[in-house]
């Protein structure tokens, strides 16, 4: 089993900045790919970035991209999301999740943390 703990979401204003990271323990493959999601209320829940089992590939959402950083330790299982230039769209829970392969598709990702709430708002 996988465990997967989310910390470092808050309440942000426009424009200013925030970092989450994910600790995963457990029966963890260095081979997972890892990636962020996040789901607003009465919105499906989207990827907003994957990475790797070693740092690469990556991927953004279109909303992510060029705002967004997604970065790992590989040795520690640890995962973080850079966010800047935050807006109110950008406000939603944020959850780690991690897939057996790198992938971009929401039903590859089978171990999910509990998420974290980010609030953009002044």
């Known amino acids: 089993q996988v465990q997967l703990t989310e910390s470092g979401g808050g309440l942000v204003p426009p424009g200013g900045s925030l970092r989450l990271s994910c600790a995963a323990s457990?029966?963890?493959?260095?081979?997972?790919?890892m990636a962020w999601f996040r789901q607003a209320p009465g919105r499906e829940r989207e990827i907003v970035a994957a990475i790797g089992r070693s740092g690469a590939p990556t991927s953004y959402s279109d909303s992510a991209e060029g705002r967004f950083t997604i970065t790992r330790i590989t040795g520690q299982n640890t995962v973080f999301l850079q966010m800047n230039s935050l807006n109110p769209e950008d406000s939603a829970i944020y959850y780690c999740?991690?897939?057996?392969?790198?992938?971009?598709?929401?039903?590859?990702?089978?171990?999910w943390g509990q998420g974290t709430q980010v609030t953009v708002s002044s």
């Open positions: 457990g029966s963890v493959d260095s081979k997972f790919g």
């Open positions: 999740a991690a897939a057996k392969w790198y992938s971009t598709y929401t039903e590859d990702y089978i171990y």
